[in-house]
């Protein structure tokens, strides 16, 4: 990959205390009339994020009053359900940057 080129999206996230945490976007979906995001913890630092053991963050969206939020999936079998979509297209994404990053180096 290209590290000149690669500019993320990146979502500051609020806690429940006030504190702020940023986030990767790796992938969106729609599932079921509902939008779902699958998030990483960002690190400016590419080396350092693929060296870490990163968990993915899956949050769907909703709207109140005008306003677009990101809440938590409580329900465990839809979590499930999401998460492991988003782990079978997210591992895809990858096997095929790697895929393309081997051939141009033959």
Known sequence: ?????????????????????????????????????????????????LAEDTELVILKGGEEDGVDFLTTIDNDEEYDRVGNIFLDRISEMLEGEFEDEEEEEE
């Open 1 to 49: 990959m290209d590290e000149m080129n690669y500019n993320p999206e990146i979502f500051t996230l609020t806690d429940e205390e006030g504190n702020e945490h940023e986030f990767e976007l790796m992938d969106v979906m729609e599932l079921d009339g509902t939008t779902y995001y699958a998030l990483v913890p960002y690190n400016e630092d590419p080396e350092a994020a």
